[in-house]
């Protein structure tokens, strides 16, 4: 049909912003246990058990790739024996930070329009929310990914997986690369894309999501924990990380990193 021209209206305002190249934006990506706090939550509530320790059946029940089974073990063993949940909110909002960690975190809520930044950890909703409610530091993060837990009608903390998926290298309750690839995937739906991933960890689970990350993005193992050794052994195999690699050992060498990063 010759003559008929079909225009299609024009989104409302985006007519000049689609012609501009996109803000940059950083996603800061935050394992929870030896990272942000330096101290692994989950170990850390046995001091509200009798005697601050655990009987040495339930200690020795704990099953590789099944921590959440024996922490939700835990958790009944410390409900059985009356611990409350004020109790356990004391102890561990008494966690310490990691060294210059306050300072870093300070720094990422000073300038939240450069940086998104997500938790991805093995520790629970409960725990992390307190710990980060206490010191102020909960509108950091845009979002904490971590198996979900809730204190029943009873009084008993309760833990659930975080998902279910295929990876043959993680714990089953979760891969963090799938949690990563899955928010990315869902951030480009929105129309977000990074112009790098800093992802600053130090466990063994947090290699399968630094495996993930691509040249432009930076891994910041913490200095003398699993992840720098792994990383170090893909390396020396010839089969190094496709990303950088920047190791720390105070939170201020991850803000020195970041003051370079926003100046260029």
Avoid at 33 to 43: G, L, M, P, R, Y
Avoid at 70 to 84: C, E, H, P, T
Avoid at 193 to 220: E, H, R
Wanted: aromatic residues 10%; neutral net charge.
């Amino acid at each position: 049909h010759a003559g008929h021209c079909y225009s299609l209206p024009e989104p409302c305002g985006r007519g000049l912003a689609t012609a501009l190249p996109p803000a940059m934006k950083f996603l800061l990506v935050f394992d929870f246990d030896h990272t942000i706090i330096d101290e692994n939550s989950d170990t850390w509530i046995v001091k509200c058990a009798p005697e601050r320790k655990l009987p040495n059946g339930l200690r020795s029940s704990y099953q590789p790739g099944h921590w959440t089974e024996y922490m939700s073990r835990v958790f009944l063993y410390l409900g059985d024996s009356g611990v409350k949940e004020d109790e356990m909110k004391r102890t561990m909002t008494a966690i310490p930070f990691t060294a210059g960690m306050i300072d870093l975190l300070g720094f990422i809520g000073e300038n939240k329009e450069l940086f998104d930044c997500i938790i991805v950890s093995d520790s629970n909703t409960v725990f992390i929310d307190w710990i980060l409610k206490a010191a102020g530091f909960h509108k950091v993060f845009d979002e904490v990914f971590t198996n979900p837990a809730a204190f029943s009608s009873t009084g008993y903390l309760t833990v659930q997986h975080f998902h279910a998926h295929h990876c043959a290298k993680c714990p089953k309750n979760l891969c963090k690369r799938k949690v990563l690839k899955e928010f990315l995937d869902k951030q480009l739906e929105q129309g977000v894309s990074y112009t790098q991933i800093v992802y600053i960890g130090d466990g063994g689970n947090d290699l399968c999501p630094v495996m993930f990350l691509k040249k432009n993005d930076i891994a910041m193992p913490r200095q003398g924990y699993t992840l720098e050794k792994k990383i170090s052994q893909l390396a020396q195999s010839l089969s190094p990380v496709q990303c950088s690699v920047l190791v720390w050992s105070s939170a201020i060498d991850v803000m020195s990193y970041l003051k370079l990063l926003i100046k260029e």
